[in-house]
């Protein structure tokens, strides 16, 4: 019997960080081919994590991570698992779940199923809309407490969170054009 090679497509993927709202989200193209691990090295740079925390998939009510002894969770591993062996037809949903602590779940639509495009360079994350929430702010509903805390000057814990953040958080950046130039490097 002989191995035929599947020739590599494209998957577009709708990735939305899940209850957030208004909604924070990308739009990327990556290679059907890639593993979950490289998948989960992607939406660390697309989303702006810093890869601090646990992180799994969830497929079909199978999970996929990076298993490890020390804790008790049946993973199957990501590094041997390539995307198009768990998704294969727009309209595939999953879960990428990053920080057990602060639960951020991200809902993963395949929007499309393309070929590649000559000379183009996959990853590439075609848009997007907000800023990532800071790691360790508590989950969505952290982030929720925390917005209000910057927004409004009269809130007492205003003054800390605005420290907290350095200032220079905005909730409504996104820059596609820096998330790229990272991606290059993937």
């Not at 990428?96 to 779940?105: R, T």
Request: net charge negative.
């Amino acid at each position: 019997m002989s191995s035929k090679k599947q020739p590599v497509s494209v998957y577009q993927l709708k990735v939305t960080l899940k209850e957030s709202k208004p909604p924070i989200w990308r739009r990327i193209q990556v290679n059907s081919d890639i593993t979950l691990y490289k998948l989960h090295e992607i939406l660390q740079v697309v989303m702006g994590w810093f890869d601090s925390h646990l992180h799994q998939f969830v497929v079909h009510g199978e999970y996929y991570g990076i298993p490890d002894p020390k804790f008790d969770l049946e993973l199957k591993n990501e590094k041997k698992v390539k995307l198009s062996q768990v998704i294969s037809k727009a309209g595939d949903l999953f879960i990428y779940e990053y920080d057990f602590g602060d639960g951020w779940k991200h809902v993963i639509l395949l929007e499309k199923i393309l070929q590649p495009e000559v000379g183009a360079h996959y990853p590439i994350c075609l848009e997007g809309k907000r800023a990532c929430p800071p790691e360790d702010c508590g989950g969505i509903w952290g982030y929720d407490n925390l917005l209000e805390a910057i927004r409004d000057s009269n809130h007492p814990g205003h003054k800390d969170m605005l420290e907290w953040v350095e200032d220079s958080f905005d909730p409504e950046e996104f820059d596609v054009d820096v998330i790229n130039q990272v991606l290059k490097t993937i």
